[in-house]
């Protein structure tokens, strides 16, 4: 721990948005199912402190070693849902890689490193009363939390859920057990089109007296927020996805541009994000 205060004071990181404390956590795997053919959500049995993190911050994932599978790195993962009651942390990931297919073959009883929490996350100003997310893919397991956020506070939320068909809808329970108003759009029937998302986040918008926007997993989705953010003259956020090695800003692999004060700057998504103003993205 005195190691890792060190390092944040000569790397000058920010820290994150709640009284969180970063630490090694060891973790048992309650459940590791399968959500559809691609996606399965990782439920642990995780101590208190990891418990404090809120929505839009990450853990970095120690992946287990299988036969032939050895990944080096941790991997960066967002965290899906927090749940105090029970204790437990659970994370929705699809499964692509070395690391991702080693967490797959995670059984209940197992034990599991994670570090964390990191990053900033999501911030709500008090006045933001109707909240507007659009998202898609794993984007939508990165914004379900803030879901339990604005239940909490009773806020509203519309959620504009977009995916390729109706099996790939990730979230959609999870939104609703939290109050969320959903609006599913898919490619499979054009409803996914960017003009008829943009027709229906204009209604929203309008009609719900929408105060901040939130986005995630979707570069067109973005530059959609962007533009209307812009015109309604609304703030908004959103969580940036990125390569991290090791996620507490010492490395610098996840540097990317961002737009400040009519500046371009360079800016650690794993410190001074994941979560950014929306209008300082640069849409990639």
């Known amino acids: 721990m005195q190691f890792i205060a060190k390092v944040k004071k000569f790397m000058n990181i920010n820290p994150p948005s709640s009284a969180t404390t970063v630490r090694e956590h060891h973790c048992t795997v309650i459940s590791n199912a399968l959500v559809n053919d691609q996606y399965k959500q990782l439920t642990l049995s995780a101590p208190e402190p990891a418990l404090q993190a809120v929505a839009g911050q990450f853990f970095h994932l120690l992946c287990p070693q299988y ?9 960066p993962m967002s965290i899906y849902r927090i749940d ?27 034990s599991f490193n994670i570090f964390g929490p990191l990053g900033r996350g999501f ?31 009773g806020r509203n939320l519309y959620v504009i859920c977009s995916a390729r068909s109706p099996e790939y809808l990730l979230s959609v ?28 986040a204009r209604t929203l918008i309008e009609q719900e007296n929408i105060n901040a926007l939130f986005t995630c997993g979707s570069n067109r989705l973005l530059s959609l927020l962007q533009t209307l953010g812009k015109e309604y003259n609304l703030p908004g956020q959103t969580a940036l996805e990125q390569q991290m090695a090791c996620g507490l800003g010492m490395c610098h692999c996840c540097v990317r541009p961002f737009m400040q004060d009519g500046k371009q700057v360079d800016l650690r998504v794993c410190t001074e994000g994941p979560v950014f103003d929306i209008q300082e993205a640069i849409a990639w």
């Open 67 to 75: 036969d032939d599978l050895t990944p080096f790195f941790r991997r």
């Open 84 to 110: 105090r009651n029970n204790n437990t942390l659970s994370f929705l990931y699809k499964i692509v890689g070395v690391g991702t297919t080693a967490m797959s073959r995670l059984e209940r009883g197992d």
């Open 123 to 153: 911030w709500l100003e008090p006045t933001w009363q109707n909240l507007l997310v659009a998202a898609r893919g794993v984007g939508l397991a990165t914004l379900a939390p803030l879901a339990q956020q604005t239940h909490r506070d």
């Open 173 to 200: 329970d999870y939104f609703e057990e939290m109050g969320a108003t959903l609006f599913p759009v898919l490619d499979s029937d054009g409803s996914s089109e960017i003009t008829a998302v943009e027709a229906l």
